[in-house]
C-alpha cells in the first residue's frame, strides 16, 4: 500500500498546478397534477416534467466545486435555486437545487490542492480501500462499501443546512410531498459518493411510501463505491443511472483490481508507462510494471481481509474518449501523472460533453 499511496501522491501534486455502454435514456417522466375537467370534457394530459439529462448533471457536478453555487445556476440554469446548502463547508461540500417541480443534490468531488480538506478526501477517502464496511441499504446479500466512501458518506449526511438545520436526507424526506424526481451528481469522489447516498435514500423512500421511479444517478470519473453485490443492487435500483468515464481516466478505474492492471496502457507512446522508470539508484522497474503490481496488491488485499471485489456499478459506463493534452509529452513520472491529471480534470470531461466549463466566482 506505500506504494500506492507514492503513485497516487505523485499524480496528485502534479494535478494541482494544472487546471456495454449506457446511452443517455436517462429523461424519465413523471407527471404534476392535473388541471381541473371541465363539465362532460376529457381530462387534459397531465404536463410531463422534464428531469435533468447529461449537460444539466454535468454542469451541477461543476457547481458543485463553487462554495456559493446561486451565481451559477442564475449564470447557466435560470430558474434553478438552492434549497439546500451547508452552514459550514466541510471536506464534502453539497447542495441541493430545484426549480420548484424536481431536485439536484450535487456533491463535489475531492480537492486538487494542498489543504487538510483535501488531504482528508484523498488519504481518508479516495485512498482508504485496505476495509470495507457492510451495506445494509441493499436488497442484494453480502454489499459492503469501502471504508473511505463510508466516511464521505458520514461527513455529506452530517451536514445541516443553513435556513432550516436539517440534514440532506431528513430535508428530501420532508419536503418531497408530491414524488418530485430527483437526481443525484458528481464528479470524482462527488460520484462515488451520488451512487451510496441515492442508494439509501432509494431505500428510505421506498419505506416512506414514496415514488422511487423517479429517482437517478448521473455520476462522472467516479471510483467504484462498493463491491458486486452492491453494484448489482445499484443498477437493480436504479435502471437508468448514467456513469461517464473517459477511457484515460486512471481514477475511475481505481480501485478495481483487474482495472488498475489497464493503467500501464494508456496514452499510447508519449507519455509511455512501459518507457518510463521509477525506483531508487540501480533498482527501478517501469511504471507500468508497478501498475500490475499494484493490480496484484490490491487483489491479495482483498483475500488477505476478507472482502470482495470492487466492481464499478452501470456496467463500463459510458466511455468517452478525451483529447491529449499536447503538453506532457516527455517519458517521466510527472508528465506522466500530469496527464493523468488532465484527463480527470471535470472542466475537460464538460468539453468533451460539449458542456459549458463553469468557472467558480
Not at 219 to 244: C, E, I, M, T, Y
Request: with cysteine.
Amino acid at each position: 500500500m506505500r506504494i500506492l499511496a507514492l503513485i497516487i501522491g505523485c499524480w496528485f501534486l502534479s494535478s494541482c498546478g494544472s487546471g456495454d455502454a449506457r446511452q443517455t435514456a436517462v429523461l424519465a417522466e413523471s407527471t404534476a397534477p392535473a388541471a381541473p375537467e371541465a363539465d362532460n370534457e376529457p381530462p387534459v394530459p397531465p404536463a410531463p416534467v422534464k428531469q435533468p439529462g447529461l449537460k444539466e448533471a454535468c454542469l451541477f457536478s461543476q457547481m458543485a466545486y463553487c462554495t456559493d453555487p446561486q451565481a451559477q445556476l442564475d449564470q447557466f440554469l435560470p430558474g434553478w435555486k438552492l434549497v439546500w446548502h451547508p452552514a459550514r463547508t466541510t471536506s464534502n461540500h453539497s447542495f441541493i437545487a430545484s426549480d420548484g417541480r424536481q431536485y439536484v443534490v450535487a456533491i463535489r468531488g475531492s480537492l486538487m490542492e494542498i489543504s487538510w480538506n483535501a488531504i482528508d478526501n484523498w488519504i481518508y477517502q479516495d485512498l482508504n480501500v485496505v476495509e470495507q464496511d457492510d451495506w445494509t441499504y441493499s436488497d442484494v446479500q453480502g454489499a459492503r462499501i469501502a471504508q473511505g466512501t463510508a466516511r464521505g458518506l458520514a461527513n455529506v449526511l452530517q451536514s445541516t443546512d443553513t435556513a432550516t438545520g436539517q440534514k440532506l436526507l431528513e430535508f428530501l424526506l420532508q419536503n418531497r410531498k408530491n414524488n418530485e424526481p430527483v437526481l443525484f451528481t458528481g464528479h470524482s469522489l462527488g460520484g462515488n459518493l451520488a451512487a451510496v447516498i441515492a442508494s439509501r435514500f432509494y431505500t428510505e423512500t421506498k419505506e416512506a411510501g414514496q415514488a422511487v421511479d423517479v429517482l437517478n444517478v448521473i455520476s462522472f470519473a467516479s471510483p467504484a463505491a462498493g463491491n458486486s453485490a452492491f453494484a448489482r443492487d445499484f443498477d437493480n435500483k436504479f435502471p437508468h443511472a448514467l456513469r461517464v468515464e473517459a477511457q484515460g481516466d486512471i481514477v475511475a478505474k481505481f480501485p478495481c483490481a483487474s482495472r488498475v492492471a489497464e493503467l500501464g496502457k494508456l496514452y499510447g507512446k508519449q507519455p509511455s508507462a512501459s518507457q518510463i522508470k521509477v525506483g531508487y539508484k540501480n533498482m527501478t522497474v517501469s511504471l507500468s510494471t508497478v501498475f500490475e503490481t499494484m493490480s496484484s496488491a490490491l487483489s491479495l488485499l482483498e483475500l488477505k481481509n476478507g472482502m470482495s471485489s470492487f466492481t464499478q456499478t452501470c456496467g463500463k459506463g459510458m466511455l468517452i474518449e478525451m483529447k491529449p493534452s499536447g503538453k506532457n509529452m516527455l517519458n517521466d513520472v510527472q508528465s506522466w501523472f500530469a496527464e493523468a491529471g488532465y484527463q480527470h480534470g471535470v472542466a475537460q470531461y464538460a468539453t468533451a460533453l460539449h458542456v459549458p466549463v463553469v468557472e467558480c466566482k
